[in-house]
């Protein structure tokens, strides 16, 4: 055999032993995808992250890559970031294992959320618990732990010692009290006129223990500062609180747990009452109102540390009508703040305790709400940030509590027979509808409730009245061309005389 034929031969034997290899890696890779084909289809029959699948890749990769001399970087892991570079294999599989939780709740729950802060809150609470998952998905595979899936995860928050139980108490008592005030009150409801909330009357709630200023300073009746958030003006007032307080304080309880929630309900409860009691001494105020404002807060103080996480690329499918959703999400929740504040203008219900309560909240929910990891997402922060939000986080309830110091105080040298805001009565109960005449509205807002008058009697009825104005001038009311008999006529009367003869119909 010549020379190139011997070479055409051992040329031949190369060719098919190339063929064979080519083969061999055609079947290889066939079977590798194959492979993953199995997987994904047990990934969607039995709730397995692709984290799972990831890491089998990232095996391959990396044989391969020893296999070839440490070549170039294989497409097994996913891709990297915008600017090219690619992500760490635990980060990608962190972001993988959220990506599929967020898909899994939006299979589950859909895309509609509640409107206004509750829907921002849902959407903020939904991210840190898928966050949890994927955090946990994580530690599992790493510890060679038993896989959770994401179903079975989120069920745990709902049963055990994850059930917002603080929010059921205090459900339960304000159920109890409201009962107990339509019992102290003879079984009878007001006039809407009086108490416009299908409720008893002020003196019934004075006597549950109101947040009466009078009481407070001159008696020392410093549990009105506790007992009014477990109180309520009526059935509309009970009805619109606990319906809040079953959607916001179930959501931040089982987010945050009991401890956060007691602290976010009670110190603004207390905080707002005190701001009340300074700013509307004359007034009783009730409800829990202040406590679910202070949640209300906790939850604003909660969306705004984690605002560029909310509305950031690696929390959302895509970055389309990002500022749109800015827009949006301000506008609900000033529509929010509006909305309650308007409540708020009714009798025995005032903005002073409604948005004294938010404000303490917010500070609390500095404190209280945990911030959102950004290192989860692969984003880098400075040292200057970190310390802003240690600082940011330590002061919060420090400064409640120091404002709480400083308004009891102030409550404590108050007197009561003047208020040192006379006007800010208007921001928290106005006369309603202002178009109906004076005698035809169906709440006032002054302190012709509250009057007192002696009737002179003869043998014909009622001839005389001497009213004590609320500014304690008395008035004499000629009743001898009316020939009144019925003296609890003359008492239902009052307020509507009160404000035709008196010319101050406010105590202070």
């Known amino acids: 055999m010549t020379n190139s034929a011997a070479a055409a031969a051992a040329g031949g034997d190369v060719a098919v032993e190339d063929g064979r290899n080519a083969s061999s890696s055609r079947h290889a890779k066939y079977a590798e995808e194959e492979d993953d084909d199995a997987l994904a289809r047990a990934i969607a029959e039995q709730d397995l992250p692709p984290g799972v699948l990831l890491t089998q890749r990232i095996r391959r990769g990396n044989r391969h890559n020893h296999a ?56 903020l609470a939904g991210i840190r618990l898928d966050v949890e998952w994927a955090e946990d998905a994580a530690w599992r595979r790493t510890n060679k732990e038993p896989y959770l899936s994401w179903t079975d995860f989120q069920t745990t928050r709902d049963v055990g010692w994850n059930r917002p139980f603080f929010t059921y108490v205090i459900m339960f008592v304000c159920t109890g009290f409201m009962i107990a005030s339509y019992g102290v009150n003879g079984w009878t409801i007001e006039p809407l006129s009086i108490n416009p909330m299908i409720g008893p009357s002020a003196q019934t709630l004075i006597n549950m223990g109101a947040k009466y200023t009078s009481a407070i300073v001159n008696n020392g009746e410093w549990y009105r500062l506790f ?108 529509f929010d703040i509006v909305i309650n504040c308007l409540i708020g203008l009714t009798p025995f219900v005032d903005n002073f305790t409604h948005l004294g309560g938010m404000v303490y909240g917010f500070l609390c929910g500095l404190s209280t709400m945990e911030r959102l990891s950004t290192d989860f997402f692969g984003i880098a922060t400075t040292f200057w940030t970190r310390l802003r939000n ?107 005389m009160c404000r035709k003869y008196c010319d101050q119909v406010f105590s202070s």
């Open 68 to 123: 070839g001399g440490g070549g170039g970087e294989r497409d097994g892991l996913g891709g990297g970031d915008d600017d090219g570079e690619r992500l760490s294999p635990a980060l990608e599989a962190r972001l993988r294992d959220f990506n599929f939780a967020q898909g899994k709740r939006r299979e589950r729950y859909g895309e509609d959320r509640p409107w206004g802060i509750l829907g921002l809150y849902d959407h």
């Open 227 to 334: 007992s009014p958030m477990v109180l309520h003006a009526g059935l509309i007032h009970y009805f619109l609180n606990m319906t809040a307080l079953w959607f916001i304080g179930r959501a931040v309880e089982q987010c945050h747990g009991t401890a956060a929630a007691v602290i976010l309900f009670i110190i603004p409860a207390v905080g707002g009452t005190i701001l009340s009691a300074i700013f509307l001494s004359e007034y009783i105020t009730v409800g829990a109102s202040g406590g679910i404002f202070g949640l209300i807060g906790a939850c604003i103080a909660d969306i705004c540390m984690n605002w560029s996480l909310l509305f950031s690329k690696h929390v959302n499918a895509s970055d389309e009508g990002v500022r749109f959703r800015h827009m949006k999400v301000l506008l609900w929740l000033l």
């Open 390 to 496: 240690i600082l940011i986080r330590f002061s919060g309830l420090i400064l409640s509590v120091v404002l709480i110091m400083i308004t009891t105080g102030v409550l404590v040298d108050l007197d009561v027979g003047k208020s040192p805001c006379p006007g800010c009565r208007y921001v928290s109960c106005v006369p309603f509808p202002p178009w109906a005449g004076e005698d035809n509205k169906w709440w006032y807002c002054d302190d012709c409730s509250k009057v007192t008058a002696d009737a002179i009697l003869d043998s014909s009825g009622y001839y005389s009245l001497s009213m004590t104005c609320p500014d304690g001038v008395i008035q004499e009311i000629d009743l001898s061309d009316q020939l009144v008999t019925d003296r609890q006529w003359i008492q239902r009367q009052l307020p509507t």
